[in-house]
T-cell receptor, first 109, second 114 residues
Framework: TQLLEQSPQFLSIQEGENLTVYCNSS?????LQWYRQEPGEGPVLLVT?????EVKKLKRLTFQFGDARKDSSLHITAAQPGDTGLYLC?????????FGAGTQVVVTP | DAGVIQSPRHEVTEMGQEVTLRCKPI?????LFWYRQTMMRGLELLIY????????DSGMPEDRFSAKMPNASFSTLKIQPSEPRDSAVYFC????????????FGPGTRLTVL
């Protein structure tokens, strides 16, 4: 059983559309990280959110940390083919990172 | 600057054989992590070193798995004997200091045990 549940597991959209992926847990985290992983490579950190209710923007990506610090979302505006990848969330619980299973996003031209 | 280096990138072996995976962390980083990624279980932490000392090995599946870090620039993960269920992608990551710092992942080693 995953401590962090990510949904959906798979998302396929057309270029220009918006998408949101979710990361949910019943546990509280001191911080939460989002990574993107491309085929044949390791995950790369996109952002870390620390404060409940925090919203961070990274160009077309918007990250939100839930008020209770148990969940998070990642919203991509006007998706591009370069956004294709596996999006992983990871929660810091007592100094230990727990990863979700990931959401595979495919953006077609 | 060189990132985390892992070798080999791909390994195919037969059940029962010994497998050794290698990792060179980013120079100056004090913490090193070994992860395993599978479709079923996602990304799991196997073991974490800080200043070459194993801090948390609670994720190591069983006695067939062992990890060493003889110096600050090299670590190995060994599986002996290997089993088909060990097939996965194994990642090494390093950070400046501890799990709370940004972890930089290597490209991974894809292990297939026949």
């Amino acid at each position: 059983t995953q401590l962090l549940e990510q949904s959906p597991q798979f998302l396929s959209i057309q270029e220009g559309e918006n998408l949101t992926v979710y990361c949910n847990s019943s546990s509280v985290f001191s911080s939460l990280q989002w990574y993107r992983q491309e085929p044949g490579e390791g995950p790369v950190l996109l952002v870390t959110v620390v404060t409940g209710g925090e919203v961070k923007k990274l160009k077309r990506l918007t990250f939100q940390f839930g008020d209770a610090r148990k969940d998070s979302s990642l919203h991509i505006t006007a998706a591009q083919p370069g956004d294709t990848g596996l999006y992983l969330c990871a929660g810091d619980r007592w100094g230990k990172l727990q990863f979700g299973a990931g959401t595979q996003v495919v953006v077609t031209p | 600057d060189a990132g985390v280096i892992q070798s080999p990138r791909h390994e195919v072996t037969e059940m029962g054989q010994e497998v050794t995976l290698r990792c060179k962390p980013i120079s100056g980083h004090n913490s090193l992590f070994w992860y395993r990624q599978t479709m079923m279980r996602g990304l799991e932490l196997l073991i974490y070193f800080n200043n070459n000392v194993p801090i948390d090995d609670s994720g190591m599946p069983e006695d067939r798995f062992s990890a060493k870090m003889p110096n600050a620039s090299f670590s190995t993960l060994k599986i002996q004997p290997s089993e088909p269920r060990d097939s996965a992608v194994y990642f090494c990551a390093s950070s400046l200091s501890g799990e709370e710092d940004t972890q930089y992942f290597g490209p991974g080693t894809r292990l297939t045990v026949l």
